[in-house]
């Protein structure tokens, strides 16, 4: 194959790589809630059994009822929402890619979910359905930043990445390329 065969293809296909839960934040958070969790359940636990299982917490002086169960509950609930957050990072629950196949004529957005018959949502529409690019921007204490592929008839499908929010520049720059790549108008700047 010819470089420019390759340049060719590479007009014709544009694949964006989509980041999903095995990001630094969710290894952070899945680590911090498991480890104050299991201290909360090893409190609890020591105040039932009247001995100290974390050395440095005198259980002795903590009652088991109403403290210590209410720690061993939160402490359970810690552990459980540690796992989910770890299973998601382990299955990598929303990780997967945006394809525009101008070859082939098809928009596929694909992305991983949680295990079962729905594992893997693969969306794919014909090229010409594409009506626009819109981007939403909402500014304040929790700013939303994201670019959607308006299709005929249907819904709008998010294309950015959930949790980190783009710069201005950077979802602007990315909405025009892909509008451009698409020959779509953009919406909403």
């Known amino acids: 194959m010819t470089n420019s065969s390759i340049d060719s ?8 790589p989509v980041l999903g839960s095995r990001r630094l934040s969710n290894y952070w958070w899945a680590t911090v809630i ?3 969790a299991s201290g909360f359940f090893l409190v609890g636990i020591s105040s039932y059994f009247g001995f100290n299982l974390v050395p440095f917490i005198k259980s002795e002086e903590i ?12 402490g359970v609930a810690g552990i459980l929402l540690s796992v989910y957050l770890w299973l998601t990072i382990i299955w990598n629950v929303g990780e997967g890619y945006n394809e525009y196949n101008k070859q082939d004529g098809i928009v ?3 992305r ?3 295990p079962g018959k729905n594992r893997r949502i693969d969306l794919v529409y014909p ?8 981007v ?18 249907k819904r709008e499908i998010p294309l950015t990445r959930i949790g980190q929010p783009l710069t201005l520049g950077e979802i ?13 108008s953009i919406e909403g700047l």
């Open 136 to 153: 939403e921007i909402k500014e304040g204490i929790n700013p939303r930043r994201v670019i959607y592929l308006k299709i005929k008839g």
């Open 127 to 134: 090229i010409q359905d594409v009506q626009a690019i819109r």
């Open 34 to 36: 498991l480890v104050g």
């Open 112 to 114: 991983w979910g949680f």
């Open 108 to 110: 596929r957005i694909f």
């Open 172 to 184: 602007e720059e990315k909405a025009a390329n892909l509008a451009r790549f698409l020959q779509v």
């Open 63 to 74: 009652l088991f009822i109403p403290q210590g169960l209410v720690m061993s509950f939160y």
């Open 9 to 16: 293809k590479s007009d014709l296909i544009r694949r964006d």
